[in-house]
């Protein structure tokens, strides 16, 4: 059984940052307003998260280790109307199966919360502990049993790139949350509870503020909203390029067209604007059940979609063409 533990667990645990991603995403799935994560090694040999969100119970905290022991869907129907990140009840269970895992947990309404350990799927121990609300889980020595896996990480910049990454994404789709990251003893990143321009600002940097135009489209399939860079300031290099669909990243190069062109004949070739693209649209009109790391969706409307996204970003990019510049 650890053997198809360890087997199921790499498809949703690839490396370090798989692990970074789906912890944050425990904790905005447990309603957390601030989640700080803490990262030695480039998470070789720890990856915490702490979060101030609802907690466990001593029974939840040890059901959540189970395979499929999800809390977030009562019924099949469930997962066509999916408001959660998580929703298959892999990950936590995976993370235990390839690492060293240590849960400290209080829910608001217990006196004493409780202290879980499970090394490569067995648990060590377990025991009250006095501590604050929310949830605290260290991560230690992935892959440690699976040296096979360990042995194909990547050099330490090449896994801190992809943890940053997961952690830009989640931080761009929850602006209103706070984040702050630690690496190596150092506070690399402060992300106070924001709105999402000042979050875009706060991550790109102050240049970006006066380069952002607005997109604001509500239509029957759903609303579009977000930013798009100036066609001037596009870049040769690679460009900040992001869409969300509630609340979550997706790749979407059938959209990327549709924005490509909007901004055609405004761009020399090679040129990449940035753009952060939000779609709100009924779950039910969506399939994130392509893959286990979710980020391959599947729209019911995506021709009219793609009409719909290009001539918004057309419209504003003329207005913002016709109107002086202020
Ligand atoms: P999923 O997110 O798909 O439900 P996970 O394996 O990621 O599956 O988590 C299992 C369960 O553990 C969740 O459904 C949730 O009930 C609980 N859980 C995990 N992380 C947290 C957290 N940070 N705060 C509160 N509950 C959590
Ligand atoms: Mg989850």
């Not at 997109?215 to 066609?231: A, C, D, Q, S, W």
């Not at 409307?301 to 057309?314: G, H, P, S």
Request: neutral net charge; contains cysteine; hydrophobic residues 40%.
């Amino acid at each position: 059984d650890s053997i198809a533990n360890q087997i199921a667990a790499g498809e949703v645990i690839q490396r370090p940052a798989s692990v970074v991603k789906e912890l944050i995403e425990n904790s905005i799935d447990a309603g957390a307003t601030q989640i700080q994560v803490i990262i030695k090694d480039a998470g070789r040999t720890l990856i915490q998260v702490i979060d101030n969100g609802k907690g466990m119970s001593a029974t939840d905290a040890r059901i959540a280790f189970e395979r499929h022991a999800t809390s977030k869907i009562q019924k099949v129907d469930d997962l066509f109307s999916l408001t959660t990140m998580g929703f298959r009840g892999e990950a936590l269970p995976s993370i235990a199966a390839i690492s060293q895992v240590e849960v400290k947990t209080r829910r608001e309404e217990d006196e004493i919360g409780t202290l879980l350990s499970i090394s490569g799927s067995k648990v060590e121990k377990q025991e009250a502990v006095s501590c604050t609300k929310g949830t605290i889980i260290s991560v230690k020595n992935i892959f440690f049993n699976v040296p096979a896996r360990r042995k194909f990480l990547k050099s330490n910049e090449s896994e801190r790139r992809n943890i940053l990454m997961e952690i830009e994404r989640i931080v761009l789709a929850h602006p209103d949350i706070e984040f702050l990251l630690f690496e190596n003893e150092m506070q690399t990143l402060q992300l106070p509870p924001s709105v999402l321009r000042k979050r875009i600002v706060q991550l790109e940097g102050k240049n970006i503020n006066q380069q952002l135009i607005k997109i604001n489209e509500e239509t029957t399939l759903g609303k579009i909203y977000g930013y798009v860079t100036k066609p001037e300031s596009a870049k040769k290099s690679r460009a900040s390029q992001f869409f969300f669909v509630n609340g979550r990243f997706i790749r979407h190069p059938y959209f990327h067209r549709a924005v490509m062109t909007a901004f055609e004949h405004l761009l020399q070739p090679n040129e990449n604007p940035a753009y952060f693209i939000y779609f709100e649209v009924d779950p039910a009109s969506i399939d994130v059940n392509i893959h286990p790391t979710k980020t391959e969706v599947k729209f019911e409307n995506e021709q009219a979609l793609w009409q719909i996204l290009m001539v918004t970003i057309k419209e504003a990019l003329g207005k913002f063409n016709a109107l002086p510049p202020i």
